[in-house]
T-cell receptor, first 116, second 115 residues
Framework: AQSVAQPEDQVNVAEGNPLTVKCTYSVSGNPYLFWYVQYPNRGLQFLLKYITGDNLVKGSYGFEAEFNKSQTSFHLKKPSALVSDSALYFCAVRDLLTGGGNKLTFGTGTQLKVEL | NAGVTQTPKFQVLKTGQSMTLQCAQDMNHEYMSWYRQDPGMGLRLIHYSVGAGITDQGEVPNGYNVSRSTTEDFPLRLLSAAPSQTSVYFC??????????????FGAGSRLTVL
């Protein structure tokens, strides 16, 4: 079985400060890991993915995420937050052993609020 | 360049009524899926399809039916609506292979209320 945990319901950060949104995962095989963002009343948009290779993955809008196999984590980061980054962020995992058909399991989401 | 189109955007049903949520994509994606989003529970997979004529159940399939007669369309049917099916429903699609595989493109969502 595959699962994802996002331990923080909400993260608050001041504009210009670095931000981190946490994600841990559990899989039986090797993971594919993803971050998606959802703006109000919109569908989810793809930010970045880890498939294989470099543990530091860069994505859209200046976001990056670091894959840590020993800690089973895939935290989302950005060096300098913008007010426009305020949104709901979802981590997702696909277990290569069991997750056929691009079956992703999503976390419960973390609301990011960036304030002036 | 429409992407994934869902209709209707909003719907109110009475308990026991049936309806179909429509989903169409114009990107020639092989894989399509339906998720429901509920507060505090994230997105949960209802049904998915890896190609025309092939469907399978996800995490929460009870009370829903799907079919995939064409590559483009993947409708979700509620057989007898229940208040527990009040939710926001998202259709998503992706390529099955290549660099675009595993990257889901989502529709804008359909908000369903069952009274």
């Amino acid at each position: 079985a595959q699962s994802v945990a996002q331990p923080e319901d909400q993260v608050n950060v001041a504009e210009g400060n670095p931000l981190t949104v946490k994600c841990t995962y559990s899989v039986s095989g090797n993971p594919y890991l993803f971050w998606y963002v959802q703006y109000p009343n919109r569908g989810l948009q793809f930010l970045l993915k880890y498939i294989t290779g470099d543990n530091l993955v860069k994505g859209s809008y200046g976001f990056e995420a670091e894959f840590n196999k020993s800690q089973t984590s895939f935290h989302l980061k950005k060096p300098s937050a913008l007010v426009s980054d305020s949104a709901l962020y979802f981590c997702a995992v696909r277990d290569l052993l069991t997750g056929g058909g691009n079956k992703l399991t999503f976390g419960t989401g973390t609301q990011l609020k960036v304030e002036l | 360049n429409a992407g994934v189109t869902q209709t209707p955007k909003f719907q109110v049903l009475k308990t026991g009524q049936s309806m179909t949520l429509q989903c169409a994509q114009d990107m020639n994606h092989e894989y399509m899926s339906w998720y429901r989003q509920d507060p505090g529970m994230g997105l949960r997979l209802i049904h998915y399809s890896v190609g025309a004529g092939i469907t399978d159940q996800g995490e929460v399939p009870n009370g829903y039916n799907v079919s995939r007669s064409t590559t483009e369309d993947f409708p979700l049917r509620l057989l007898s609506a229940a208040p527990s099916q009040t939710s926001v429903y998202f259709c998503a699609s992706s390529y099955g292979t290549g660099s675009g595989a595993n990257v889901l493109t989502f529709g804008a969502g359909s908000r369903l209320t069952v009274l």
